[in-house]
Each structure stands twice: as structure tokens, then as C-alpha cells.
């Protein structure tokens, strides 16, 4: 039996950890979760994470975790081969943990609200104030890239995987700028062209779509 993930393919914390499992060459029983029909509201989902959020990854022998990032780093410690993608060298996976709560406060955070007024509310407009967190965002990347090829240093890992999906996200609605921000530019290219991230790419069409079609963008 594989372990299970309920999720949805345009999610970026589902897609960080779909992109993290195919690195893993793991397989997974994919079920999706779709809000419209409340279905991260029943007692059947609550029971397995009281917090009403995807990804939750349910293992082979019921135990379940929640959280992209937790989710992710559970992965590679149970599953992977070897521990390049999140070293247990104590300062690299510092700066790992560092990306990924990053990633998680100001990143994800504000995209997050940035889609729910667009796809909940109905807005057709970025909220300005959420926009210039996104940009600011993508000026603390692109200081973390400075010199690196790969967010946490000379090599891929989870901190890239993560990133990536919410970035290219973001990049989608709130264009990075190549002339200010170069390396988070070539960055995004080059997680793209990741055969992982390739394999997940649908998911960040279908977002990227969704919030394009509510603003009213050019496709
Ligand atoms: N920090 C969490 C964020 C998870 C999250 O907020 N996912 C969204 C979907 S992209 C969600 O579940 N939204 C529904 C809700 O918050 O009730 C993670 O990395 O897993």
C-alpha cells in the first residue's frame, strides 16, 4: 500500500509535495479534496486534520500529517535514499527550515489571501497591500539566490520544492520582473525544467488560469 494524499492538483503546498514524491520516485494514492462541495469540512477529513487544509498524507499505517512542509520532510526521512534534499547537517538544514517557514509566513501566507478574495470573494483586482508583499518577497529570494543556484545552497532541495510552487504562482498574476529581480527570474526556470516539476505543471496551469480568467488577464 502507498500512502495517501488528499489534495488538489492546483494547490501550491499540494503541488510542492507531489513535486517532492516524484523526486522520491514514490507513489502516491492521490484523493481530491474540492472546497466547493465542503468536502474539507467533513468529520471524516477533521478527524484526520482538525485544520480543514491540503495536502494531509495519510501512510500505509494510518498515520496522518498535515502541512506541506511537515508532509515533505516526513517523505524524505521515511522514503528517500539518501539525504540531499534535506540534509541532516544541522546549520544546511537550518537554512532549509529557514526557506521553508518563509515560504509559509510570507509567502504562501499572502498568496493565500491574494486568491481567496479573487476566487471567494469575487474580486478583480490584487489587493496593492498583498501585491507589495509579493514583491517583496521576490526581493528576499532573490538576495537568498545571490551567488546559489538552488535556494538553500549549491544543490536542490525541499527548500526549492516548496518555494517554487507558490512562487510560480505568484509569478503567474504578479510578473517577476526579470530587470530587478534576475535570479529569481533564472531560478524559476530552472526549477521548471526539474523533471519533477515538469510532471506537476497542470496544477499550475489550472491555478494560474482560475485567478487569470477571475482578473480578467491575458491568457
Ligand atoms: N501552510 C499550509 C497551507 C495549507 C493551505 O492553506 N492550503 C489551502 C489550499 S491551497 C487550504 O487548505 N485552504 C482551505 C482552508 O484554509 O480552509 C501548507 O503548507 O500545507
Known sequence: MCPTLYMLAASPPC?????TAHALGLTLDKKEVYFFRDEHLTPEYQKLNPQRTIPTLVDDDGFAIWDSHAIMAYLVSKYA????????DLKKRAIINQRLFFESSAVFFHMKNIA??????????IDPEEKQHIIEAYGFLDKFLEGK?????????LAD????????????????????????????????DLP?????????????????????MKL
Open 149 to 157: 543556484e538552488w535556494a538553500a545552497g549549491d544543490s536542490i532541495t
Open 81 to 88: 535514499k539518501n539525504d540531499s534534499l534535506y540534509p541532516q
Open 15 to 19: 503541488r510542492a509535495v507531489l513535486i
Open 116 to 125: 481567496k478574495a479573487i476566487l471567494n470573494r469575487g474580486d478583480k483586482f
Open 161 to 192: 520544492y516548496s518555494l517554487v510552487t507558490t512562487f510560480s504562482c505568484a509569478n503567474g498574476v504578479i510578473p517577476v520582473d526579470f530587470d530587478v529581480f534576475p535570479n529569481v527570474f533564472a531560478w524559476l526556470d530552472r526549477c521548471e
Open 196 to 216: 519533477e516539476c515538469r510532471a506537476s505543471r497542470k496544477g499550475l496551469k489550472e491555478a494560474t488560469h482560475m485567478l487569470k480568467v477571475r482578473l480578467e
